[in-house]
Every structure is written in structure tokens, then in C-alpha cells.
């Protein structure tokens, strides 16, 4: 089967577009990963070369040894995914210790996996644990609101979590473990893969200051969504700052009662 017709590289096309519509990713900005199930990998398996060469992942993922990874690459720009994804996008092989990758499909004109790939794989690792193998899904983005926030609020996972739930009455539901922030950070290394690690173990979204967010997801639906949330949490707060600020909102008790009715299991921590 050719590998751009498979269900999963649709599903991975159609985020990056509409992403790239939304907004949040200019010039080469963003990047996406997919853990590809077994059975996928199968179904494609003649279209597959064979590893060439093995590079250092950059951090240690045993968790991951033989898996297949369907990600963007480094420098290519999310608005061209769909036009050419052998271009923009590869699928990679990690050996069977977890350390190194090796390219099995895609990045035609030449290239290498995202930047953040330790990042990425970091977070699969953590999340593929966590959630019994469901989770599938790692995505970066650079949405221009939640950004913004991090130059006007404290730089804590309270903070941020309490006022991005009151910006609309299902965030909690959406998000109720909530939002862990990182200070500023040099992308693309080891350093920020563990600090968001860490963050990812307590939860689903994780923002960099000054820089972007990170979030998860079972599928590609689920990551999206995310994403899409909490961005427009974030500019709803921007209006409302730009308004003057909060008149009334949503009480400590009525997050509860929420809680309550939904049958969420909401970080109460953050409602003091
Ligand atoms: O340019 O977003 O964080 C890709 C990125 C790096
Ligand atoms: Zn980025």
C-alpha cells in the first residue's frame, strides 16, 4: 500500500493543516509525532527501506526499542506536509536499545526528524507507559495566545491552570490534572526533553515559556483538541485583560459542583 494513503498519514496530514490554518505554525515552526501501531507498520512494510545509517535520539527511550514513528522534519514546514509528505515527513525506526533512530521511509530531498525529537520521543516513552500503550500522539505548536500569556503571568502551573480553566466552563473537564509551564529553555536538546518529561508525568499539556506548547493524545483528534483548548482558553484571557480584567467568574464551589456532575477527577490543588 502506498504509504501516503494509509489512514494513519491522512490522520497526521489533515492536523498539520488545519494547524498551519490555525495559525500556529509559521515558517518551519512546530512539529508532530505518531507512534505507529503494529499493524499499520505491517501494511506499509514493502514500501520500507531498509536503516542505512544509525543517529543518536540525544536521550535513552528502552521503552521504545522497535518501534516505528511516523514525524515531521527538522526545518520543513507544516503548510507543505500535505503537498508532499515523502518531502516533509519520515518515518523512523528506534534500535533495540533506545538509543539511536534510523530513517525507513520519507524525507526524499534530503534531511533529518524534527528537532525536538528527544522531546517527542521522551514524552512517548512516558505516556506510552502511563496509559497502557493508548497514547500515540506528541504535538508542538506555536499558538500566538498562549505565548503571549507567558510574558504577563507568573510562570507557574497554578497560575496557569486556575485562569485557564475559568476561561471556559468544559476546560476543566478537558484538562483537569491541568497545565505544567517550563521557564525559558534552549529548544532541541536533552535538558528540555527531561524538564517537559517531568511535566508530562503530572500531565497532558505542557507549555514553554516564550516559546510554544506541547500536548498528547490517543489520536490525532484528541491532540488537536487539546491544543485547540487551551489556545482559546488563552485568547479568551487575552480579551478579557485587554477589556480591563475580570469582573466575575467562576467560583472555587463551582468548579466543585463541575467536578462533581462530570465526574472528573479535578486537581484540586489549584483551586486554593
Ligand atoms: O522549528 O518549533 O521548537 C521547530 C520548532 C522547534
Ligand atoms: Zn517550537
Given at each position: 500500500?502506498?504509504?501516503?494513503?494509509?489512514?494513519?498519514m491522512?490522520?497526521?496530514?489533515?492536523?498539520?493543516?488545519?494547524?498551519?490554518?490555525?495559525?500556529w505554525?509559521?515558517?518551519n515552526?512546530?512539529?508532530?509525532?505518531?507512534r505507529?501501531?503494529?499493524?499499520e507498520?505491517?501494511?506499509?512494510?514493502?514500501?520500507?527501506n531498509?536503516?542505512?545509517?544509525?543517529?543518536?535520539?540525544?536521550?535513552?527511550?528502552p521503552?521504545l526499542?522497535?518501534?516505528?514513528?511516523?514525524?515531521?522534519?527538522?526545518?520543513?514546514?507544516?503548510?507543505?506536509?500535505?503537498l508532499?509528505?515523502?518531502?516533509?515527513?519520515?518515518?523512523?525506526?528506534?534500535n533495540?536499545?533506545?538509543?539511536?533512530?534510523?530513517?525507513?521511509?520519507g524525507?526524499?530531498?534530503?534531511?533529518?526528524?524534527?528537532?525536538?525529537?528527544p522531546?517527542?520521543?521522551?514524552?512517548h516513552?512516558?505516556?506510552?507507559?502511563?496509559?497502557?500503550g493508548?497514547?500515540?500522539?506528541?504535538?508542538?505548536?506555536?499558538?500566538?495566545?498562549?505565548?503571549?500569556?507567558?510574558?504577563?503571568?507568573?510562570?507557574?502551573?497554578?497560575?496557569?491552570?486556575?485562569?485557564?480553566?475559568?476561561?471556559?466552563?468544559?476546560?476543566p473537564v478537558?484538562?483537569?490534572?491541568?497545565?505544567?509551564?517550563?521557564?525559558?529553555?534552549?529548544?532541541?536538546?536533552?535538558?528540555?526533553?527531561?524538564?517537559?518529561?517531568?511535566?508530562?508525568?503530572?500531565?497532558?499539556?505542557?507549555?514553554?515559556a516564550?516559546?510554544?506548547?506541547?500536548?498528547?493524545g490517543?489520536?490525532?483528534?484528541?491532540?488537536?483538541?487539546l491544543?485547540?483548548?487551551?489556545?482559546k482558553?488563552?485568547?479568551?484571557?487575552?480579551?478579557?485583560?485587554?477589556?480591563?480584567?475580570?469582573?466575575?467568574t467562576?467560583?472555587?464551589?463551582?468548579?466543585?459542583?463541575?467536578?462533581?456532575?462530570?465526574?472528573i477527577?479535578?486537581?484540586?490543588?489549584?483551586?486554593?
Open positions: 500500500m502506498d504509504i501516503r494513503k494509509a489512514k494513519f491522512q490522520g497526521f496530514i489533515r492536523l498539520t493543516d488545519d494547524a498551519f490554518k490555525k495559525g505554525h509559521e515558517r515552526g512546530g512539529n508532530l509525532s505518531y505507529i501501531k503494529s499493524e507498520i505491517e501494511a506499509v512494510k514493502t514500501e520500507l531498509p536503516v542505512g545509517e544509525w543517529f543518536d535520539i540525544g536521550t535513552n527511550v521503552s526499542a522497535g518501534e516505528y514513528f511516523l514525524v515531521t522534519g527538522s526545518g520543513k514546514y507544516m503548510r507543505n506536509v500535505i508532499a509528505p515523502q518531502d516533509n515527513t519520515a518515518i523512523v525506526k528506534i533495540e536499545k533506545g538509543e539511536k533512530y534510523g530513517i525507513v521511509w524525507l526524499e530531498q534530503g534531511g533529518q526528524p524534527t528537532s525536538e525529537l522531546t517527542h520521543l521522551a514524552n516513552a512516558i505516556k506510552k507507559d502511563l496509559t497502557q493508548r497514547n500515540r500522539v506528541i504535538y508542538h505548536a506555536h499558538p500566538a495566545n498562549t505565548i503571549a500569556l507567558t510574558f504577563v503571568l507568573p510562570l507557574e502551573d497554578k497560575i496557569f491552570t486556575r485562569e485557564l480553566w475559568e476561561m471556559a466552563t468544559e476546560n478537558i484538562f483537569p490534572e491541568g497545565i505544567g509551564i517550563t521557564p525559558w529553555m534552549v529548544p532541541g536538546g536533552k535538558a528540555i526533553a527531561d524538564a517537559t518529561g517531568k511535566l508530562m508525568k503530572k500531565y497532558r499539556v505542557v507549555i514553554w516564550h516559546h510554544g506548547m506541547f500536548v498528547c490517543d489520536d490525532f483528534d484528541e491532540a488537536f483538541g491544543m485547540d483548548t487551551v489556545e482558553a488563552a485568547s479568551i484571557y487575552v480579551k478579557v485583560r485587554a477589556m480591563g480584567g475580570k469582573q466575575q467562576i467560583s472555587k464551589q463551582g468548579f466543585l459542583d463541575l467536578a462533581r456532575e462530570f465526574d477527577d479535578l486537581n484540586t490543588e489549584f483551586l486554593e
